[in-house]
């Protein structure tokens, strides 16, 4: 078998599980396993790990350019398959059904919950259901839910099903990829394109009094350092091969991950993106590092085998189900827990455990139902089939 034709057939499954190793992480950030104000000791410590959500988000954007510039860094033509629109449809079938049925979801458990204090003498209580879910909204957070801006501004961002923030984050990416950063980097190569990302990104918020802020939208730049792993890692020219060949990528990836920790420490005072985007370089570098052991077939390190490990595989699956209907799940089982007058350590406990157990049954059939009849491999497949149907094979 030849290289080209090795490439075009390789299937890098660890980035399946690193992405739903993420998304589990993420249920996790936001289990709120506090009765009152105070933890138990041991549950405060463990739960001290767990303040690093953001940094699961930097991995699914990085990993989204990562994705979308694969096919591009490994054509002969430079750009996306077929034109702008069938672009867009791509992305819209991809993420817009489960954002919708998840956002409908969350709307008519919301309509539950009103009617319940309409015509019973239940009341929602805010600490009992304390977590990224909420009843309470107005029309305008509706209606920016459904455009997918309600991300822009601080108002609208948290309300409903607090997860989805980052959906519409990306989604805006989506349209900026395309239309600015690929021409940037077909005209003067990666490095333009990142600082145009970090440009297009920060400038709002430096020259106009925070403007976008609650959009997070420097991940436009991470998503650009996912750009560069994947055109590091796959493109012919010399230079890029030289480089790909040359670096100490995973030791970089470790280096990058102490120096994001470090800068995320909020006493430092240091912003947000600076912590994130030294986050998104190692996990770019990670993604060089691990693909170029995969191409040129050499022995798998432990942590690589763990992410390609059913398990992982499993919950890459589902991961983008898991992310947008754990928020109301985990809050619905805090609920229950909650009126049950557990102690504080088996509440908490209970909290990850059973919160954890329901997020991962609820988004398995929401994943068969709203997510996985618009992916492309099954589309692909049902194509085939009605194919074969109709030459009576």
């Not at 990302?197 to 802020?213: C, D, T, V």
Request: with cysteine.
């Amino acid at each position: 078998m030849s290289k080209s034709e090795h490439s075009s057939r390789l299937r890098l499954r660890y980035l399946d599980g690193l992405r739903g190793l993420a998304a589990l992480y993420v249920v996790f950030v936001h289990v709120d396993p506090a009765v009152e104000a105070t933890l138990p000791q041991i549950w405060s410590l463990f739960g001290k790990s767990l303040r690093y959500g953001g940094f699961a988000v930097t991995i699914f954007i990085a990993l989204s350019g990562y994705v979308l510039m694969l096919p591009i860094s490994r054509s002969q033509s430079g750009h996306i398959s077929g034109t702008l629109i069938d672009y867009i449809k791509r992305r819209s079938r991809r993420i817009l059904p489960p954002y919708y049925a998840a956002l409908f979801f969350s709307l008519l458990l919301a309509c539950v919950v009103f009617l319940l204090e309409k015509f019973t003498l239940f009341r929602w209580d805010d600490i009992a259901g304390r977590g990224p879910f909420s009843p309470d909204f107005t029309f305008i957070d509706v209606l920016s839910h459904l455009l997918l801006v309600h991300n822009l501004s601080y108002a609208t961002h948290m309300t409903i099903n607090p997860p989805l923030w980052s959906v519409a984050t990306e989604w805006q990416i989506y349209f900026i990829f395309p239309l600015i950063l690929l021409p940037v980097w077909r005209r003067f190569g990666l490095l333009a394109s990142i600082v145009t990302a970090y440009s297009i990104s920060l400038l709002p918020i430096y020259l106009l009094n925070g403007l976008f802020a609650s959009a997070s939208p420097w991940y436009l730049g991470i998503f650009a350092l996912g750009m560069a792993a994947a055109e590091i890692g796959f493109s012919e020219k010399p230079k890029l091969v030289g480089l790909r060949n040359s670096l100490p990528w995973c030791k970089l990836s470790v280096i990058f991950t102490v120096v994001a920790f470090i800068t995320e420490w909020r006493k430092l005072g240091i912003d947000l993106w600076v912590g994130y985007s030294f986050f998104g370089m190692a996990s770019a570098c990670l993604f060089i590092y691990y693909t170029k052991l995969i191409t040129d077939g050499n022995k798998s390190p432990l942590i690589l085998e763990l992410l390609e490990h059913p398990f992982a595989l499993a919950l890459g699956t589902i991961s983008y189900s898991l992310y947008l209907t754990h928020g109301p799940v985990l809050s619905l089982v805090r609920y229950m827990l909650f009126n049950l007058q557990l102690s504080s350590n088996t509440f908490a406990a209970a909290s990850y455990i059973l919160g954890t157990i329901a997020s991962l049954l609820f988004a398995y059939p929401f994943y068969l139902l709203f997510e996985r009849p618009f992916t492309s491999n099954f589309l692909q497949k049902r194509k085939l089939k009605n194919i074969n149907s109709s030459w009576g094979v």
